[in-house]
Nanobody, 119 residues
Framework: QVQLVESGGGLVQAGGSLRLSCAAS????????MAWFRQAPGKQREFLAR???????NYADSVKGRFTISRDNAKNTVYLQMNSLKTEDTAVYYC?????????????WGQGTQVTVSS
């Protein structure tokens, strides 16, 4: 069974940094576009950053210049380096990826990891 497993969330003070990881598990042939989203309490899920297999990236304005997305194609893993964190960055962070398995390309979501930024 193919899954995305996030890690790296936690509690950090404003101005601090965290690095999230998201690894695909199961029988995955390769990964295409991988992305990060977040959802704060009472708000809709928000796009943060996206990276193609070739390494092209784009970011939401809210995180541009503070967050960096990267990936390891050999490990089917995507990362999100978050710097200069603000209290408004508090949310559950989700990874999303197009993964090839059993000859099919499907879209998957991770289970989410909590990030809490304290003042």
């Amino acid at each position: 069974q193919v899954q995305l497993v996030e890690s790296g969330g936690g509690l950090v003070q404003a101005g601090g940094s965290l690095r999230l990881s998201c690894a695909a598990s199961g029988t995955v042939s390769y990964s295409e576009t991988m992305a990060w989203f977040r959802q704060a309490p009472g708000k809709q899920r928000e796009f943060l950053a996206r990276i193609t297999r070739g390494g092209s990236t784009n970011y939401a304005d809210s995180v541009k210049g503070r967050f960096t997305i990267s990936r390891d194609n050999a490990k089917n893993t995507v990362y999100l380096q978050m710097n200069s964190l603000k209290t408004e960055d508090t949310a559950v962070y989700y990874c999303n990826a197009d993964l090839a398995s059993d000859g099919f390309l499907r879209n998957y979501w991770g289970q989410g990891t909590q990030v809490t930024v304290s003042s």
